[in-house]
């Protein structure tokens, strides 16, 4: 093994060579999104990788509900920033809905100088039931309160945003993730 090879083990000089990617993974309710991404995050190196959850940091950190100010996109924000800042590939997922995120996400991209990759995980209505009725919180989250969140297409609409279509496996997807990042 040449010098330089043990040099790129090293975390913190790998880290300086080059900016991590943010990548960003939208859609529905039972789209696919979280499990999108921890297959992404387990495909990569432990400890260079970070997913941030919108209902891990909504729901469990902040116990916050969806409206008004809140600190949701204060603390999105602050964190992916970190993430990306200490060297980590940050997959960002959650639905996200633009109207409420879409600024934070015009920001987060318009200040990361390293490869981003936006995707919208674009599933109807009637699969997103259908998901909806094999998740274990199937009980607790009743298919009309379901239904309400739903958005038709909510793209954040910026360059190279990337439509996932409902025809994809979960697979298909990571597949995908992977293979764009490895280019990026």
């Known amino acids: 093994m040449s010098d330089s090879a043990v040099e790129a083990d090293s975390p913190a000089e790998e880290r ?22 921890r297959q992404v995050q387990r495909a990569l190196p432990r400890g260079r990788v970070a997913m941030i959850g919108l209902d891990h940091v909504r729901r469990e950190l902040l116990w916050e509900h969806e409206v008004g100010q809140g600190d949701t996109i204060g603390l999105v924000t602050a964190m992916t920033q970190h993430c990306l800042r200490v060297g980590r590939t940050t997959v960002v997922e959650g639905i996200f809905g633009r109207e409420r995120y879409g600024d934070m996400f015009a920001q987060l991209l318009a200040a990361h100088d390293g490869p ?32 309400s969140w739903y958005r038709v297409h909510d793209v954040l609409g910026v360059p190279g945003e990337t439509v996932l279509g409902e025809e994809l496996s979960a697979e298909e997807m990571v597949t995908r993730v992977l293979t764009d990042l490895a280019a990026s």
């Open 16 to 37: 300086a060579e080059a900016s991590p990617a943010l990548v960003i993974l939208r859609g529905n309710s039972a789209s696919g999104k979280s499990t999108v991404a």
């Open 116 to 147: 981003h990759l936006v995707y919208y995980l674009d599933v109807s209505l009637e699969e997103t039931l259908r998901r909806h009725a094999g998740k274990p919180i199937a009980h607790e989250v009743r298919a009309d309160e379901v239904a």
